[in-house]
Each structure stands twice: as C-alpha cells, then as structure tokens.
C-alpha cells in the first residue's frame, strides 16, 4: 500500500512537470496556429513578422507605434475615423470636423466648431508654392502667393466680400473710403487726394469708347446726367430747378438772373428773359450782317434811348466824340475831324453837311495902285478846301476905298477879288490874318 501511494505521487509530478514543460515550450516556439476561446494576453513586446487579421475590436492601452510601409505611411481601407469627431472619407479624400481645426503650433487649440485657427507669422515665408496662405500676425492681413508675389486678400478692418465677380461692403450700412479713414458727410464712397499733386479720380475709356464714360440715374434707372465717349454732356442740365438746358436742342433756360463776373462770349444767338447783369468787360463780337442788334428799344441808365420803330437816338445829355468830358454847355462834341459821309443836318432845312473847315490865311496880290471901279483878283492858301466848297473869308486891315468883290472856292485855296471905289487908285499890298471858312 505505502508502495502504491508513493507510485501514484511520483506519476503526477511527472505528468505535470511535463504539462508545464509542454506550455512553456509553447510560450516561445510555435510552428502552428493558436486558437483560443478565451482572451490572450501578452506582458511584453510582440514582434508580428506576418500580417495580422483582427475580426473584432482591437483595443490597445499603451502607445503605438506604426512603422511606415514599403510604398505608404499608414493606410486604412476604408474611412478613418478620430475619437469620433473627425474623419476622412475613402471615397473622395475630403476631411471633416466638427469642431475646430489649429494649423500651425504656437496657438491655442481651436474650439470653436466650424473655424480654422492659422498660426500667424510675422514675415512672408520664402521657397513656398503658388496658392499658399498664411496670416501675417504684424499686419494684420490674410496673404496670398501667386507663385511670384504675396498678395494681400483679406484684412481685418475691410469689410469686403467676394460674390462671383463683385467685390462689395460686408455690411451695405457702412461707406469706403479712399485715401482717407472719413466718410464725407453722409458719402457711401469718399475719395479724397493724398497731397497736392494727386488726382483723386480719373475715369479713362477704352480705345475707341463707344459706350458712356460716366452716367448717374435714379431709383427707377432713368438717366440723370450722363457723359459720353467724348465727353459731352448728353443728358439735360438742370441746375436747382431754376436753370436747365435740353439736350434735344441745346437752349438754355433760367428763371432767375444771369450774372458774368468776366468775359462772356456767346457764338451763337442769346435770348434772355430777364435782366442781365456783367460786372465786368463785355465784348459783343459783329455778327455777319450787322453790328450789334436788339428787336426792342436800348435804353442807356434810363437817359439815353434809341426807338425800335424808326431809329432816332434820344439822350438827355451830352454827346462826345473822341472825348469823355465835353462842354457841360455842349450837346454834341466832336475831338478831331469829323467826316459824315451822308452828311450832318442842323436844324429842320438846307442841305447836310459832310465838312466844316476853318482857317487863316495871307493876301497877296501884285503890288501897285488900282484905277477907280477896277477889281483884281488872288489866291489865299486854304487847306483842305476843294472846288465846289461853299467858302466865307472876313478881309482885314483893308485900305480906305478898297473892297472885297467876291470870295470862291478852288483846289487848297479861297479866290479872293478886291476892288476899288476911290479915284486915287489906292496902292494894294499885302495883308495877313483873314480868317476863312469852308463848308461842304
């Protein structure tokens, strides 16, 4: 019996130090596969030589590491998804999130769905690709690279957007303003010049413009004022509601008064309905057939007038010609000579007078005694005087019993004939000072 029982022990140890050895041996090599019911759990590092074909989940607790494949990094076959929040989709690449996104360190993690959060950079990166973006922390302003340059396409105080090709105000209750930060008045849009030399707007057309350069309508579209491609106004003019032009015929209209300060030429004909007033030089230039003409009477400051119906000129005062002064006691006069082709009328009869000329002159006839009844004649010299001129001469110093016969016109000169009534036949001589006048 004691036998047996020392028999049956040592039998077991055998048995289970062969188990023990049998799992062990196990634990290190195994040629074939292993299938297990129950959960396998390894304490230490496994080195997987082979693929690996998980049918349920697997769950991992410490860091893991995916060592890069031959061709990829880490492919998944189907969507990858990120504590559930963020995925991308096998089918067509794109990335969703729904929270935030943070591209670049140095900033605070991003938690405000829908957002991107851009590291910003103080300069404009070198060596970069066309179509790259970046925010410029210094600046303030969203840039983009167009493979050669960086441009500017968003900032924060611009208020802009984008709508297909329109470029507009954010908010259409703000204005924009150019070349300043002030709105003028209440201006949607205010250009204001940078220095004195600046223009702040110029409008440029295309070579040969067609269309209008500049147009300005109301609410309905109905045009206001309008330029054209060669800069003519197109559209009528209307200035306060008191002063217009039309277009279709060019006149001008004013219910008020027209004042010039300077020059004022007008080409064309000019008809004003009320009163004008020039302040400075007025220049009326001739028209082609005649001076300068008025369908009514022209009246002077009141005082001088000329009739519409038959062409008399009244004044209450003086006229002068070639003078500004004349003779308070004077109603016409004249500086200078005075030529009237159609001639001057004085009084209510006779003949008009074209020339009045009036002079001195010197009597010379030959020398010696003059028989009684006996006349000779000379000249004195006249200028100006011509034949047919009706000719006055007042004789002086005239010897006792000598006479003036008679007095006629010839070319520069007045014919003078002296007789003699006295039997002593006075000697003639020479005399001086005869004064004389011609009237033509």
Do not use: H
């Amino acid at each position: 019996m004691k036998s047996n029982k020392i028999f049956s022990i040592a039998l077991s140890v055998f048995v289970s130090f062969v188990f023990v050895f049998a799992v062990t041996y196990a634990a290190t090599t195994i040629s074939t596969n292993i299938n297990t019911g129950g959960t396998l759990t390894v304490s230490d590092t496994s080195t997987l030589t082979g693929a690996v074909t998980m049918s349920s989940t697997l769950g991992v607790t410490g860091l893991t590491t995916l060592v890069n494949a031959t061709t990829t990094r880490v492919s998944v076959s189907n969507a990858l998804w990120v504590g559930g929040n963020a995925t991308t989709t096998a089918s067509n690449g794109n990335f969703e999130t729904q929270g935030g996104l943070t591209v670049g360190g140095g900033v605070t993690t991003n938690s405000i769905t829908g957002s991107v959060l851009l590291a910003g950079k103080t300069s404009d990166p070198t060596g970069v690709t066309q179509g790259t973006v970046y925010y410029n922390s210094a600046s303030k302003v969203l840039k983009l690279f167009d493979g050669s340059n960086w441009f500017t396409v968003g900032t924060t105080t611009s208020g802009l957007t984008l709508s297909g090709q329109r470029l507009q105000l954010a908010d259409l209750n703000y204005y924009t303003t150019f070349g300043t930060t002030t709105q003028s008045g209440l201006s949607m849009l205010t250009l204001e010049a940078t220095s004195t030399a600046a223009i702040p707007l110029t409008l440029r057309g295309f070579t040969g413009q067609t269309a209008n350069l500049f147009v300005v309508e109301n609410v309905g579209g109905t045009d206001l004022f309008t330029i054209d491609a060669s800069g003519r106004l197109t559209s009528n003019l209307d200035v306060n509601g008191y002063a217009t032009t039309t277009a279709a015929n060019g006149n001008f209209a004013t219910l008020g008064t027209l004042v010039g300060s300077s020059t004022l030429q007008v080409t064309g004909a000019a008809t004003l309905y009320s009163t004008l007033n020039v302040s400075g030089l007025t220049t009326l230039a001739n028209a082609s057939t005649s001076q300068i003409t008025t369908t009514g009477s022209l009246w002077v400051n009141g005082f001088a007038t000329t009739t519409a119906s038959n062409g008399n000129f009244a004044t209450l005062g003086s006229v002068a010609i070639a003078s500004t002064s004349p003779s308070f006691y004077v109603a016409l006069g004249v500086t200078g000579t005075t030529t009237s082709s159609g001639g001057i009328t004085v009084g209510t009869a006779g003949s008009p007078i074209n020339a009045i000329l009036t002079g001195t002159c010197t009597v010379d006839p030959d020398n010696g005694p003059l028989a009684e009844g006996a006349a000779t004649t000379t000249n004195c010299t006249a200028t100006g005087v011509v034949a047919g001129d009706k000719v006055f001469i007042t004789p002086a110093n005239l010897l006792a019993g000598l006479y003036m016969v008679s007095a006629s016109s010839t070319a520069g000169a007045i014919q003078v004939s002296i007789g003699s009534v006295s039997s002593t036949s006075p000697t003639i001589t020479s005399y001086t000072g005869w004064s004389w006048m011609s009237v033509r």
